[in-house]
């Protein structure tokens, strides 16, 4: 039997298309269960940025393991982080306009912390990871050209690598899908941990 066959009710605990479509491309089985956990600015509120990010992941999935805590619940968080300043998801265009401005001719860095969890078998494990990210000068008439387009607000930063935010971008070091929402490897390797649990 194939270790995807193992993982039994997988649940998705996200709003993001991207990750839904990633995951998805795996041939593995699961649903996905939204929740709103509400203003998640709050939990950068003196915290290292490293381990709000784990949290707040943790956070996504925590309802929906109360809910269906016989099944592993899969949840994930992306920020862009510049020079220590968080960009989240933009509460409107204004907002974007200003995040790409301060993308522009910079490097920043994309994490993305996934945390799956199964409270029957009190399994609940999590990783941060990386991806650096080098945008070329992007002069105001491209940004505003974009943000007539794009659909920036679900999106940290106010870019998608996968749309027209890829135009933006010189190079990348690190896993593109995590610049996306869900570094798919490391997932299917934390997918595999969990089944390993549960022969």
Known sequence: MSWKQNINGLILASKSPRR???????????????????????????????????????EKGKF?????????VLSADTVVVLNKNVLGKPKNAADANMMLKMLSGRKHSVYTAVNLACKKINFNENFLQKTDVWF??????????????????DKAGGYGIQEDGKYFIE???????NVMGLPICTTINLLKKYTARIK
């Open 20 to 58: 839904k479509e990633i995951l998805l491309g795996t041939g593995i089985d699961f649903i996905v269960e939204t929740v709103d956990i509400g203003d998640e600015y709050r939990f950068f509120e003196n915290k290292e940025i490293k381990n709000a990010i784990i949290l707040l992941a943790k």
């Open 64 to 72: 929906v393991c109360e809910k269906y805590p016989d099944v592993p």
């Open 136 to 153: 070329r000068r992007i002069d105001d008439n491209e940004i505003e050209e974009y943000l007539k387009k794009a659909n920036f607000s």
């Open 171 to 177: 190079k990348i070091n690190g896993d593109y899908s």
